[in-house]
């Protein structure tokens, strides 16, 4: 049984480690705990004790690398049902826990490139996709 998972949210990139906290993890072997984002995408995890499970959630792109989130982040779209199994997919543990994506910003260049070792020097950072 899934009771939380932290943290709830990551960049479209993906490989954000997820802690699953809960009941009944039970390890049964390599290659059988899995994450399982929007009832489709299974992730390998780690069974750390009978209370707490660590995944890394998928990427949320398209096959050429490009991000799926739309212009609106934080719409339904945006985040993937959760749930867990431990016997490689047999039985699935169901949560409410949904992960949200949002997506990462770039960083874009520094002004200036150097200051003096005292510091005290304005700095310009110019991000994209920063919302």
């Excluded at 390998?44 to 050429?64: E, G, L, M, R, V």
């Amino acid at each position: 049984m899934v009771d939380k998972i932290s943290p709830e949210c990551g960049p479209d990139s993906g490989y954000t480690q997820i802690e699953v906290t809960g009941k009944n993890f039970v390890d049964l072997g390599a290659n059988k705990a899995m994450c399982i984002f929007n009832k489709t995408i299974y992730m390998n995890a780690t069974i750390y004790s009978n209370t707490q499970i660590f995944c890394d959630s998928p990427a949320f792109k398209n096959q050429n690398g490009y991000s799926l989130l739309g212009s609106n982040n934080g719409a339904d779209g945006d985040f993937y049902s959760f749930s867990i199994t431990i016997d490689g997919g047999r039985v699935v543990m169901d949560s409410k826990a949904k992960f949200m994506y949002y997506k990462q910003p770039k960083l874009m260049g520094v002004e200036p490139f150097g200051g003096p070792i005292s510091g005290q020097t304005p700095v310009t950072v110019n991000i994209s996709d920063f919302e």
